[in-house]
């Protein structure tokens, strides 16, 4: 009987014994990854798939944080290095895929003058390799330059303070306690919130990627035997005959972009619990922001 079964009958055991056998699991997915990565293996790929969003991947990264924020504490440097490299890997995820919206802009151009101004059906897009596609197959991909913005600039725009908020009881409270209504924000609010949408995102994922069909109410033995029938069939419908044809895209994004509001989260509650252990002096300290676009920004930046 594992550890987890002798101590489950109330929930404080049920989290100390998955706390507990975290570590083992970490340690034995590391020392075996073909048991899971090896996706020639159909048993490997359905592994994955269980524990992608199983409890016990969820209390590894419970346990991660808990050793992370401990070391953290006893050294605050060390939290203030992983405060600064997360929202530095934010802000540069974000910097980056901010030019969809460009590139957006240009295709809807090319659009516009290759089907009113030249009467064509197709469009030819590409650098060495030249994708051709006809012309509503173009027009509803430019739906995915928006959600690579909403879903991998959402980290980003977080770390710039540029998520619009209702402050009616937050601005006039103390550094002290906004620093609290921050930390039980990212423990009781963001977390959960970002633990729904992966359990929900991640089966929503694998449905439309492999047959037969996984869901979250699944067994870990019974995806094993549903393995002896896996096949990979990736989503192309589109929701036109000539129409885009890799929805399955916007799955994966929704994945990375949970990803990213469990990183976002974790960083906001170092950072909160930083400036609340060493006062005002350190708010914002190492915070790297985009200078404001105009004197109206810089204002509303300011009063902040």
């Not at 924020?69 to 006893?74: C, E, N, P, S, W």
């Not at 929202?87 to 919206?101: L, S």
């Not at 957006?104 to 009113?116: C, D, E, G, L, N």
Request: with cysteine; aromatic share 16%; glycine share 8%.
């Amino acid at each position: 009987m594992g550890l987890v079964e002798s101590w489950g009958g109330n929930p404080i055991g049920w989290v100390a014994a998955h706390l507990i056998e975290a570590p083992v699991n970490l340690i034995s997915a590391l020392a075996q990854p073909g048991l899971w990565l090896n996706w020639s293996d159909p048993q490997a790929v359905m592994r994955f798939v269980y524990y992608g969003a199983s409890v016990e991947l969820f209390f590894v990264f419970v346990f991660v944080a808990l050793v992370l924020t401990i070391a953290g504490l006893i050294r605050p440097a060390i939290m203030w290095a992983m405060v600064r490299g997360t929202e530095g890997f934010a802000n540069a995820t974000g910097r980056v895929f901010a030019w969809a919206g460009l590139a957006m802009v240009i295709q809807q151009i090319a659009i516009i003058f290759m089907q009113r101004i030249f009467g064509a059906s197709q469009m030819s897009l590409g650098f060495g390799k030249v994708m051709t596609f006809d012309i509503s197959w173009w027009s509803e991909e430019l739906k995915l330059y928006n959600a690579i913005i909403v879903t991998l600039c959402i980290a980003y725009t977080f770390v710039q303070g540029g998520h619009v908020r209702v402050d009616l009881l937050y601005a006039p409270a103390r550094f002290s306690r906004k620093k609290w209504v921050d930390m039980c924000g990212c423990l009781f609010f963001m977390i959960p919130a970002g633990v729904l949408i992966w359990l929900y995102g991640w089966f929503f994922l694998w449905r439309n990627l492999i047959t037969p069909s996984t869901s979250a109410s699944d067994t870990f033995d019974r995806l094993l035997a549903k393995s002896a029938a896996l096949r990979w069939n990736v989503e192309t419908i589109g929701f036109s005959p000539n129409g885009f044809n890799a929805y399955f895209l916007f799955k994966v994004l929704l994945i990375a972009f949970t990803a990213l509001v469990f990183l976002t989260a974790l960083s906001f509650f170092w950072r909160s619990l930083l400036e609340w252990r060493e006062g005002e002096a350190s708010e914002g300290r190492g915070l790297d922001r985009d200078p404001p676009a105009d004197a109206a920004a810089e204002f509303a930046a300011s009063a902040k």
